[in-house]
């Protein structure tokens, strides 16, 4: 991984930011556990399977990264020990993907224990036979999931490559359409985009160059507009988009404004409504913000210090 100029105030930041995001999380995780019942309701906005996965995404970069301090470092694998303890050491990753082949959320969540050396032989197993089915391959979704998939697979070390031009193509983003009739889903899609495409910032190269270009020029803006009107969690997601560049294009106003958010416990609120007090609510609201500040924190100092060895991608 190469290294991008990033002025020191925003490093100084960014640390603060991850490692305070990072410590709240650790000392809240024990609101979000997977129920002791074998069924999840997926379709539940309140299950804890989906932020379990964001905390093994966010710790599985800090490990990889390999940024972080001592204590920083002990915190992400005790967290990513923690989730992998909840999904049964992957059992309950693999019986998902048994009973529902078609379903990809599954294999998304396995890829971050993987990126950090954590594999489960009889999903390994699984999915490469998966991965050699047309059906699998042809499944019907959203330009910018394809590409989470695509990643994924990747990730885990799977046979099949995709044409991964013609997959960043189809996206939103891929069309270098119209800057200002971006809304605030969009802007989410079009981060996803980029950090699949890169592997989270691993992979700065792999942008394609007229995407590299268009976000050099709209990235900054759209960071400003989304500052403006409070919206933290989506900033954040901005400012990983800046790690994943090439070269960071933003100044230090999206990470002035976290800061600024950030309570003294590390909670950073998604927004600018008020916290509830009570914390296992809190972390239900605010535990995606802090996933996405320790990513953002994470991935900008590595790209600035460039010392975390970037994996093979085929």
Not at 58 to 86: F, I, M
Not at 108 to 122: D, K, L
Not at 291 to 304: E, H, K, N, Q
Request: net charge negative; glycine share 6%; aromatic share 8%.
């Amino acid at each position: 991984m190469t290294g991008g100029i990033v002025p020191a105030e925003v490093l100084r930041t960014a640390h603060t930011i991850g490692s305070g995001a990072l410590r709240w999380l650790r000392a809240n995780a024990h609101f979000g556990p997977l129920p002791t019942h074998t069924v999840v309701d997926f379709n539940d906005r309140d299950s804890a399977y989906k932020p379990l996965g964001e905390t093994a995404l966010a710790t599985s970069l800090v490990l990889r990264e390999g940024v972080a301090g001592p204590g920083e470092l002990a915190a992400a694998r005790e967290l990513l020990d923690y989730a992998w303890g909840q999904f049964r050491e992957g059992d309950f990753l693999y019986e998902r993907q048994v009973r529902h082949p078609l379903v990809t959320d599954p294999l998304e969540t396995y890829a971050h224990f993987v990126r950090a050396g954590i594999r489960h032989e009889r999903m390994d197993r699984l999915l490469a036979h998966l991965d050699e089915l047309r059906s699998v391959r042809a499944i019907e979704m959203m330009a910018n999931r394809r590409l989470a998939v695509a990643n994924a697979s990747r990730v885990v070390g799977l046979a099949h490559r995709p044409d991964w031009a013609e997959l960043s193509a189809d996206t939103w983003l891929g069309q270098t359409p119209e800057p200002w009739v971006i809304d605030w889903m969009t802007a989410y899609n079009m981060t996803h985009a980029v950090f699949h495409i890169t592997d989270w910032g691993a992979h700065p190269e792999l942008l394609p160059a007229e995407i590299r270009d268009y976000l050099r020029v709209w990235l900054p803006v759209w960071v400003d507009v989304w500052a403006e009107v409070a919206q933290f969690d989506l900033v954040g997601e901005l400012l990983i988009v800046d790690a994943c560049l090439p070269e960071p294009v933003c100044d230090d106003q999206g990470w002035r404004t976290l800061a600024a958010a950030q309570r003294a416990d590390g909670l950073l609120p998604r927004d600018a409504d008020p916290v509830d007090e009570d914390p296992r609510q809190a972390f239900k609201d605010h535990e995606h913000t802090a996933v996405v500040a320790i990513v953002a924190g994470t991935v900008t100092l590595a790209r600035s210090l460039g010392t975390a060895p970037a994996p093979t991608l085929g």
